[in-house]
T-cell receptor, first 111, second 116 residues
Framework: SQQGEEDPQALSIQEGENATMNCSYK?????LQWYRQNSGRGLVHLIL?????REKHSGRLRVTLDTSKKSSSLLITASRAADTASYFC???????????FGKGTRLSVIA | GAVVSQHPSWVICKSGTSVKIECRSL??????MFWYRQFPKQSLMLMAT?????????EQGVEKDKFLINHASLTLSTLTVTSAHPEDSSFYIC????????????FGPGTRLTVT
């Protein structure tokens, strides 16, 4: 069964704006990851945040994790048209791969 | 460059035939690889864990006799969809760990299967 649930399901913004996607999960985790998928392609790992971390940055990406609320957010700043893709959060299962994926957020960045 | 490849990238087959999809780890010997299925605008659903030299571990609800997995070498896992039906049409993606014991996954580019 799916662990993560992202919202919104779809997000459309103008280039240059920030995009925020949220993910909630149900059980205890060791880490949470975010992946990106371009249409009809495989997934690309973006960032991993461990359960003892609260915030992590990578370039224009900022991820937060609130284990008390079992939620995470992915912020993409200064979005570009090339950021258009689906974004998935994924959690481990009892400390082991494979991952359990959320339903994803489809982001459209309009130039 | 890509570290996990899949072949073919897309395939169309007739109902009742079998289709084999290959997943290769290009730069790392992977004792474990994973197969996912993704329907349009849906998330990835784990089908099975492919274990080199032993039987695959299938997720609940996945028919092991229909989706045959063979992990005959440390760099190759294959998924064979037997007696394919139109409802098997989907996007099949494989992955492996970034590093042994690591959490991040490298994904293949996926295979689009269409059963007519």
């Amino acid at each position: 069964s799916q662990q993560g649930e992202e919202d919104p399901q779809a997000l459309s913004i103008q280039e240059g704006e920030n995009a925020t996607m949220n993910c909630s999960y149900k059980t205890s985790i060791n880490n949470l990851q975010w992946y990106r998928q371009n249409s009809g392609r495989g997934l690309v790992h973006l960032i991993l945040i461990r359960s003892n971390e609260r915030e992590k940055h990578s370039g224009r990406l900022r991820v937060t994790l609130d284990t008390s609320k079992k939620s995470s957010s992915l912020l993409i700043t200064a979005s570009r048209a090339a950021d258009t893709a689906s974004y998935f959060c994924a959690t481990d299962r009892s400390g082991n791969t494979p991952l359990v994926f959320g339903k994803g957020t489809r982001l459209s960045v309009i130039a | 460059g890509a570290v996990v490849s899949q072949h073919p990238s897309w395939v169309i087959c007739k109902s009742g035939t079998s289709v084999k999809i290959e997943c290769r780890s290009l730069d790392f010997q992977a004792t474990t690889m994973f197969w996912y299925r993704q329907f349009p605008k849906q998330s990835l659903m784990l089908m099975a864990t492919s274990n080199e030299g032993s039987k695959a571990t299938y997720e609940q609800g996945v028919e092991k006799d229909k989706f045959l997995i063979n992990h005959a070498s440390l760099t190759l896992s294959t998924l064979t969809v037997t007696s394919a039906h139109p409802e098997d049409s989907s996007f099949y993606i494989c992955s492996r760990d970034l590093l042994a014991g690591g959490y991040e996954q490298y994904f293949g580019p996926g295979t689009r299967l269409t059963v007519t």
